[in-house]
């Protein structure tokens, strides 16, 4: 996107075409736009730290790219200005705290219960571009490129530059009227739009709710994580055998986990979205573990078609079960189904499964849910 023309526009149109985009990002669902300097070289000390500790686990990808993510106009070449745009996804009339709490109830992040995000925001994000060069005009020459989660992009450290919130202790980025249950994407530009102003201010104060209920206390530091020991990294991006002393901390959560953000004070203010996209498909926000894990492959391609569910593969949705069910109330049935399953799994799966049977055999007691003895707990009253 190399940029070789002068830039036409007037500074008093530039303001009045970054107003007019703010306002067509809203009209296309966005609930915030903001704009920012390609810039991220501020994060490079804390970058290198995390890696340098092993922190990132198997997503060996983050290691890659170190000098495009610090300066995304390596990235996108001809680059001067980021657009950032968030957008609501927690799902409306959705449970948290209650289905956590049901051992036989599957757990699965609330973010990714309906359609994948990905396909959805990057398609507005298009749109958001394609208008810009419409107004812009041609002579203009205005050239985008969108981005969410498919490139080495900074995007919470960019967001808080364009002023869209802070990064909070549980390392996400907080917004004062919107919490943090709420996606990000990018829109690479080459037009010098006037650029927002950065949040240079925490606003978490002395609360460490989100560290103190950490089921695998994944957060070594307020602002670290250890993906390692994070539920979300076990569940999605880890393929391996899960450690046994996580197994039991785990509890019901198959894909994903939401307690540090659903502990939160600052989620008191999160907004249900009005995205239909959003909405829970084959009432996987309500669905029994037995159910999930009587799948075969072809049905779990099937009902996790267009969903995000679909990155921790077959394989991965088994073991993740395996687990949940070993945690769970267990029963005969519960057993029954485990042991039929383990002659046509994985030896990734079967290990899993030994694990579960051998488990519900001691009849281990349920770890309790931290989030639950915390006395932010009381506001979840779903």
């Known amino acids: 996107m190399a940029n070789t023309n002068p830039n036409p526009l007037s500074d008093a149109r530039l303001r009045q075409l970054a107003d007019a985009l703010k306002q067509r990002a809203r009209e296309l669902g966005f609930q915030q ?13 804390t970058l290198d730290r995390w890696l340098a500790q092993g922190y990132n686990g198997e997503m060996h990808y983050l290691e890659q790219h170190r000098e495009k993510r610090l300066n995304p106009r390596l990235l996108v070449p001809g680059s001067e200005r980021i657009v950032m745009v968030r957008m609501d996804y927690l799902p409306p009339e959705t449970t948290t705290l209650r289905t956590l709490t049901n051992p036989d109830k599957a757990y699965i992040a609330r973010y990714t219960l309906g359609r994948d995000y990905h396909k959805l925001i990057r398609k507005r994000l298009k749109q958001l571009g394609q208008w810009l060069q419409q107004e812009a005009g041609s002579g203009a020459d205005v050239q985008f490129r969108p981005f969410v989660d498919s490139a080495p992009v900074l995007e919470r450290p960019l967001a808080r530059n364009a002023g869209m919130g802070w990064i909070g202790k549980h390392t996400l980025l907080l917004n004062r009227s919107a ?4 996606f990000l994407g990018e829109l690479f530009t080459n037009i010098p739009l006037p650029i927002d102003a950065p949040e240079t201010e925490s606003h978490c104060g002395r609360c460490t709710a989100c560290l103190d209920v950490c089921p695998t206390q994944a957060f070594p ?6 993906a390692r020991r994070c539920i979300s990294y076990l569940t999605i991006e880890y393929s391996g055998s899960i450690p046994l002393e996580l197994r039991p901390m785990m509890g019901n959560r198959i894909f994903g986990c939401d307690d540090c953000q659903l502990i939160c004070p600052w989620n008191r203010f999160a907004r249900r979205t009005p995205e239909d996209d959003f909405k829970p498909r084959h009432a996987l926000d ?12 072809e049905t779990f391609l099937r009902k996790t078609e267009g969903s995000a569910i679909r990155r921790t593969g077959f394989e991965g949705w088994q073991r993740n079960l395996a687990v949940a069910l070993g945690n769970s109330a267990g029963g005969d049935k519960v057993i029954a189904a485990l042991k039929a399953k383990r002659d046509h799994a994985s030896p990734l799966v079967q290990e899993h499964i030994d694990w579960a049977v051998d488990n519900l055999g001691r009849a281990a007691q349920p770890q309790p849910l931290p989030i639950l003895a915390h006395r ?4 979840l009253n779903d």
């Not at 919490?179 to 709420?182: E, I, K």
């Not at 530091?221 to 250890?226: A, I, N």
């Not at 932010?376 to 506001?379: E, H, K, L, P, V």
Request: proline content about 5%; aromatic content about 8%; overall charge negative.
């Open 376 to 379: 932010g707990a009381r506001r």
């Open 221 to 226: 530091e307020p602002g670290v994580l250890d």
């Open 286 to 297: 309500n669905a029994d573990l037995l159910t999930l894990f009587n799948w075969d492959e």
């Open 33 to 45: 736009c903001a704009v920012t300097l390609p810039d991220a070289s501020m994060e490079a000390e």
């Open 179 to 182: 919490g943090s249950l709420f």
